[in-house]
């Protein structure tokens, strides 16, 4: 059994569409569950969608959801012939369920609605390409994965219900049939009330890892636009350097410095059942990648990640006290609350720095509670630079110039935070 995961950039036109079937092909004599998320720009026009709906503007959310159907109606003509017809039928019961939402008021949070109308997205990309790999001789069993898997009622960030979500799974997916592919989506899930979930950051990924997790596959594949995993980010480093190997706990400690690489709750679904994750070129699928797995990483070059739109709070102790563990508790309850993670923190006797992304109304309530135990200022337009493996002559070349607010650094990692 293969699990394959196809993000937005895989699928987001029809030549895209069709060099996936062209991979799919070349492991169809393999059980294998794909997993392929909304094409393109879908996710944000939904959403666009629902924050529109949401203000009470009715007609202006049709509208712009008729667009979001016109692009797809359109991708299937494109796309199909014998089996337009019935696609067409599958994507307008999709229309229909949307449609019927916005013709009503919102009487409940955003989240609620936002998780309605941005799960269409998938379906409607995985009900065109189930289609089309059907019309190209590639049998295929479609999945709506919200019969799949059950989560709790947090809208846009739903937790699993592992032993519902594998019960249901393992009676649906038979992993032990060979030429047997599956088709569902990522990024969604459902409630026991039948309401639709998003799974939150890199949904379609941790999708994926779950299915691989439940059905023990011999690896999880995720096809990206780029070779693999890179030691910074190629557009703007033409140097970057592909990385064949890595452990999942250095995958993790890159994630978490903001490296646009597999998210941790991605990794450990993987990590615990000793699961390969294979990073792939969709446009070139020939070529190696980078394989993820529990062996410790080697001679790795230096990792370079930059975030831009920073802030950083600057909070004194507001009677010269000294800063203990009563306020940083206080503080980090702020965090929770707020749902903000810091990307870096640093303590002195009467001072806390914090640097966190900038988010406008976040940081606004996060200085406007802090201020009942702190003097706050707040810094914006700042940029933080991590470098993973680094060596003296890296942090020349990357820090010269620059006017460094606060520099943090271990034997592994060097932070600066930068104007």
């Known amino acids: 059994m293969k699990v394959f995961k196809f993000g937005g950039a895989s699928v987001n036109s029809v030549e895209r569409i069709r060099n996936l079937a062209g991979i799919v092909k070349l492991y169809e004599k393999d059980s294998m569950v794909v997993i392929i998320s909304a094409m393109g720009k879908t996710t944000n026009a939904l959403e666009k969608v629902a924050e529109t709906f949401y203000a009470g503007k009715k007609e202006e959310a049709l509208q712009l959801f008729e667009s979001v159907k016109h692009n797809h109606i359109n991708t299937s003509k494109y796309l199909l012939v014998t ?9 307008s019961d999709f229309f229909t369920e949307i449609e ?15 998780d309605q109308i941005v799960c269409v997205g998938e379906l409607l990309s995985t009900c065109i390409i ?17 019969d799949l898997i059950r989560t709790d009622n947090n809208f846009r960030d739903a937790s699993i219900d ?11 997916v ?4 060979t030429s047997k592919i599956y088709l569902t989506q990522g990024f969604i899930g459902c409630t026991d009330d039948n309401e639709s979930t998003t799974l939150g950051r890199e949904g379609s990924d941790y999708t994926a890892a779950v299915f691989a997790n439940i059905l023990q596959a011999g690896s999880l594949s995720i096809w990206k636009d780029v070779e693999g995993v890179m030691n910074a980010d190629p557009k703007l480093f033409p140097d970057a350097q592909l990385i064949s190997e890595l452990s999942f706990t250095e995958v993790i400690e890159m994630a978490y410095y903001g490296a646009q690489v597999i998210h941790p709750k991605t990794i450990k679904p993987l990590q615990n059942k000793n699961i390969p994750l294979y990073v792939k070129c969709f446009l070139d699928p020939m070529l190696p990648g980078t394989v993820i797995h529990k062996k410790n990483s080697s001679n790795l070059p230096p990792i370079i990640v930059i975030k831009k739109n920073q802030a950083l709070l600057n909070l004194s102790s507001q009677d010269f006290s000294f800063v203990g563990e009563e306020p940083m508790s206080k503080l980090y309850q702020l965090f929770s609350k707020l749902k903000m993670r810091p990307n870096l923190i640093q303590t002195g006797a009467i001072n806390v720095q914090v640097c966190l992304d900038f988010r406008e109304d976040k940081i606004g309530q996060l200085a406007s509670a802090a201020s009942d135990l702190f003097d706050v200022l707040v810094e914006k337009e700042l940029s933080l630079l991590t470098i993973r493996h680094y060596n003296a002559a890296i942090f020349e070349e990357l820090t010269k110039g620059k006017d460094i607010v ?3 650094r271990s034997a592994q990692t060097v932070q600066v935070l930068y104007r």
């Open 130 to 146: 189930s289609h089309y790999l059907n019309e190209v001789n590639i049998a295929n069993e479609w999945l709506d994965v919200r």
């Open 174 to 177: 038979n992993c032990h049939l």
């Open 406 to 408: 606060l520099t943090q």
């Open 100 to 114: 019927w939402l916005l013709h009503d008021k919102p009487v409940r949070g955003f989240d609620y609605y936002y």
């Open 83 to 91: 089996h337009f017809n019935e696609c067409l039928a599958q994507l």
């Open 162 to 172: 592992w032993q519902i979500t594998t019960d249901k799974i393992k009676t649906t």
